[in-house]
């Protein structure tokens, strides 16, 4: 019985890492995405514009306080969740190939050992790239927003005076 249950959790794991990888890879392009939306943005900034919370309060000046920072959790929220999965799923995908690994070494199979590791040394290490670059965006985004909270709330000030 034991045998049993420990086969079906070993393949129910190898089950996922063909997933697993196709996340890896959707989430590092995303991250190439998110970076090159932040270079972009940037360069706006730099020329006093790119501001999408100033802009969107613009067309709705009766927006509370609380309703700006929910619109600027909703633009961060994307970048932070591929931020805390793309190490975890990093993670996973070097655990899946360390048991066919594991066999292949107990088998003398020296060249199935370096495919699996191959395979898991890859997917974290893309993972951790991911993540880095989406907690660099995340983290200047988030300044950027409060900067702008902070201009709508003077703004406000002004108006109300």
Same mark, same amino acid.
């Given at each position: 019985?034991?045998?049993?249950?420990?086969?079906?959790?070993?393949? %129910?794991?190898?089950?996922? %890492?063909?997933?697993?990888?196709?996340?890896?890879?959707?989430?590092?392009?995303?991250?190439?995405?998110?970076?090159?939306?932040?270079?972009?943005?940037? %360069?706006?900034?730099?020329?006093?514009?790119?501001?999408?919370?100033?802009?969107?309060?613009?067309?709705?000046?009766?927006?509370?306080?609380?309703?700006?920072?929910?619109?600027?959790? =909703?633009?961060?929220?994307?970048?932070?969740?591929?931020?805390?999965?793309?190490?975890?799923?990093?993670?996973?995908?070097?655990?899946?190939?360390?048991?066919?690994?594991? =066999?292949?070494?107990?088998?003398?199979?020296?060249?199935?050992?370096?495919?699996?590791?191959?395979?898991?040394?890859?997917?974290?290490?893309?993972?951790?790239?991911?993540?880095?670059?989406?907690?660099?965006?995340?983290?200047?985004?988030?300044?950027?927003?409060?900067?702008?909270?902070?201009?709508?709330?003077? %703004?406000?000030?002004?108006?109300?005076?």
């Amino acid at each position: 019985m034991q045998i049993l249950i420990e086969t079906l959790m070993y393949q %129910l794991g190898q089950i996922f %890492l063909l997933p697993t990888l196709a996340l890896i890879a959707l989430l590092f392009l995303y991250s190439c995405y998110s970076l090159g939306g932040f270079a972009v943005q940037a %360069l706006q900034r730099r020329r006093g514009q790119g501001r999408p919370l100033l802009e969107w309060w613009r067309s709705n000046r009766h927006a509370s306080a609380d309703e700006l920072d929910v619109r600027a959790h =909703k633009q961060l929220e994307a970048a932070r969740i591929a931020t805390r999965i793309a190490p975890m799923l990093g993670l996973v995908a070097t655990m899946i190939p360390m048991g066919p690994a594991m =066999k292949s070494l107990s088998d003398g199979n020296l060249g199935a050992v370096s495919q699996n590791l191959m395979v898991a040394f890859s997917a974290v290490i893309l993972a951790l790239i991911a993540a880095s670059a989406t907690f660099l965006v995340v983290n200047v985004r988030r300044r950027w927003l409060a900067e702008e909270i902070l201009e709508i709330d003077s %703004l406000r000030e002004e108006k109300a005076q």
